[in-house]
């Protein structure tokens, strides 16, 4: 059973939302696992067994209670500057990109699938992240985490929008026209990020939005003073973070989240029955 979380644009939210639907689900009693296909970042961590994965995945496997593993990231992208990006492929160092030596994209998305295969045998649930925005018209080709891991295992969607940056509606409306064809009815739903004030003021938006796609809206999540992990340059390190350690920090942080989702109406029923889950 796997849900896999796009964001309009990068930095929308969906890597820490994607974390705090693990924690829900944890919380509720399901072995649940993050996986992200292709991620672009340089805030990495090593595993136990010294493999490389993206900072986000660790941070989303915390929230799930378990170990980070490579399987989780199977593809880390890192910018080396000078048009150079270095492949890190099941946690180790392949090889790096460049205009002249491009990366074999079957090749990497066959990793990609064994990846995601091995851990939907392991857990009963598999929240998977999506990587920037899932309609770059000149990147779709190629894509990994989004549309192509989509078409390659047949997964459900469901779209994270960031109403601080304004446009939410268009951005949301326009990633969903942008979709392949073939891949809308695999749009479940979709959430609204980082709102401030009264929420039932967009219930005709929401409305309109839902009637349009033919996706569900799950909630509209507030704006919060929370720290977490940072994994790209758009993320935002204001926030509190209080606790024995980092990592109870970030859980109590999550925890506060969940609860105030809960407060604000956000239909988790609706999110683990997308999910498979009964």
Known sequence: MSILILGTSSGAGKTTVCAMLCRYLK?????????KGSN??????????GGEIGIGQSFQALACGIDPETDMNPVLLKPSGHGVMQLVLNGKPFMDITKDDPMDREMVMGEVKKAYDRMTDKHEALLCEGSGSPVELNLMKTDIANVGLMRATGIPAILVGDIERGGV??????????????????????IINRFRGD???????????????????LGVLR???????????L??????????????AFLSNLD???????????????????????
């Not at 919380?27 to 996986?35: E, H, I, L, M, S």
């Not at 509606?169 to 979709?190: C, D, H, N, S, V």
């Not at 704006?223 to 340059?233: I, M």
């Not at 506060?256 to 009964?278: C, N, Q, W």
Request: glycine fraction near 10%; charged fraction near 25%; include cysteine.
């Open 223 to 233: 704006y919060e003073y929370l720290r977490f992990p940072e994994e790209d340059s």
């Open 169 to 190: 509606f268009a951005a949301i409306y326009g990633t969903w026209r942008l979709i392949p064809e073939e891949l809308r009815p695999q749009m479940k739903g979709f």
């Open 40 to 49: 672009l970042s340089l805030n990495s961590i090593a595993t136990r067994d």
């Open 256 to 278: 506060e989240m969940i609860g105030h989702a809960t407060e604000d109406g956000f239909d988790f029923r609706s999110f683990v029955k997308m999910t498979g889950l009964h």
């Open 235 to 248: 993320s935002s390190s204001g926030g509190k973070l209080e606790g024995n350690d980092i990592h109870s």
């Open 27 to 35: 919380r509720k009693g399901y072995d649940v696992a993050p996986f």
């Open 199 to 217: 929420a039932s003021i967009l219930k005709p938006a929401i409305e309109k939005i839902e009637s349009l796609t033919g996706m569900k809206c």
